[in-house]
């Protein structure tokens, strides 16, 4: 394995690549815990050039936790890593270019159990990717199903567990399960004046009923000070999605503009 991990080195130097999709992999299994959360807290994490995302004047952000499989970077899989859990957390934006409105996902922090992957995403997309032990479990009988995702924190494991029926359905329109899973950007704060803006691609998912869930998260040891108030506050809705085969795009926007804050 560790030569494959050089020609991969050498494979992503920037000066070789030429193709347009960076990223591609399944996506399943997509638990959203959604909270409300007071803006002023955000806003020093606002990338240039994107303004909150609000939904019915509140702001949220998300923990999420899912399977990435099957994953390839510019059309080549990773040996032996490419099947992982992930856990995030992120918040809701928007910029406007021209008549368009780009609705997209800033992530505080991503979490996976492989370092070379990490590595990659950091050192290619200016990521904010850590590494931690990861496992999960997935367990299907008749129309239900569990789903659990774990990571091992200060010796403790913290996890994300939903219960819900196996039966997909599409998204009400305009509800809050749209405005949560429907962004198509990604935005990275690269500094304080220079943002990256890029783009995802999968259909609209299927949403599954949710009827029970268990959330075990030590957030300011995980994300920091700043988000010690989740510690105490229950999710505003629990959300989970069936998922689909996801592309991010290699190509990356610079954006070099003041904050808003509307």
């Known amino acids: 394995m560790p030569s494959q991990i050089n020609n991969y080195h050498q494979f992503l130097n920037p ?22 959360i007071e803006p002023e807290i955000l806003l020093p994490y606002l990338p240039n050039g994107v303004t909150l995302d609000l939904y019915d004047g509140k ?22 890593l490419g099947t992982f859990e992930e856990i ?12 368009t409105i780009k609705r997209g996902v800033v992530f505080i922090n ?5 370092r070379v992957v990490a590595w990659m995403a950091n050192k290619l997309y200016k ?15 008749g129309e239900k199903q569990q789903v659990k995702f774990e990571w091992l924190l200060n010796r403790r494991w913290n996890h994300i567990l939903v219960e819900a029926n ?4 599409k998204m009400v329109a305009k509800s809050l399960e ?7 950007y990604g935005y ?20 599954n009923e949710v009827y029970n869930y268990d959330i075990r998260c030590d957030f300011s040891s995980m994300y920091g000070a700043d988000f010690s108030v989740l510690n105490e506050t229950k999710p505003t809705a629990v959300f989970i999605a069936k998922g689909s085969s996801v592309k991010v795009d290699w190509k990356r926007t610079p954006l070099k503009m003041k904050n808003e804050t509307g």
Request: charged fraction near 20%.
């Open 166 to 169: 196996t039966a997909a359905k």
């Open 88 to 99: 995030n957390l992120r918040f809701y934006v928007k910029r406007r270019e021209g008549n």
């Open 15 to 36: 000066k070789n690549i030429k193709m347009t999709v960076f990223l591609k992999a399944n996506w399943e299994n997509i638990i959203m815990v959604n909270y409300e």
């Open 110 to 114: 991503e979490t996976i159990p492989y």
């Open 178 to 184: 749209e405005f949560i899973y429907e962004h198509y």
């Open 127 to 141: 990521e904010h990717y850590t590494v931690v032990p990861t496992r999960h479990f997935i367990h299907q009988m």
């Open 59 to 80: 702001a949220y952000v998300s923990l999420v936790g899912f399977m990435f499989k099957n994953t390839k970077i510019f059309g080549v899989p990773i040996p032996y």
């Open 188 to 207: 990275t704060k690269v500094s304080e004046n220079y943002t990256e803006e890029y783009r995802l691609q999968h259909p609209s998912w299927e949403v």
